[in-house]
């Protein structure tokens, strides 16, 4: 077998496994610290949404000037909403501050 077929065969399989390979979407949801009760459910539903479309969720509190001190408000936030989507997905980070933002990721369950 000569080289170039060789290359050929192995580009070939290359871009077979590549194909098969299945993205993974990460979208984003935003919440501020003190976000009210209505905002909350609306983004919960698109949250719910995401999670059974088979994207993965980035939920994360923004804290805005001096609202850092309400880092227990943000991390309640984020715990609710982990707890409420129980059924769509599981926490795969739980809620972690970095910077100013605290961030948690969910994974949908699989059908």
């Known amino acids: 077998m000569d ?3 060789f290359l050929y065969e192995q580009k070939k399989r290359e871009k077979s496994l590549k194909a098969k390979a299945s993205k993974v979407t990460v979208k984003e ?3 501020g ?3 009210d009760e209505h905002d909350y459910e609306f983004k919960k539903k698109h949250a719910i949404k995401f ?3 088979g994207a993965k969720l980035k939920a ?3 804290f805005k000037g001096r609202s850092i001190i309400y880092k227990d408000q943000g991390q309640i936030l984020l715990l609710k909403l982990a707890q409420e989507l129980e059924e769509y997905g599981k926490v795969e980070q739980m809620p972690k501050l970095e910077g100013k933002r605290m961030i948690m990721f969910i994974a949908p369950k699989k059908k």
């Open 3 to 5: 080289y170039k077929k």
């Open 29 to 31: 949801i935003r919440f």
């Open 33 to 35: 610290p003190q976000t």
């Open 51 to 53: 999670l059974k479309d």
């Open 60 to 62: 994360y509190v923004f």
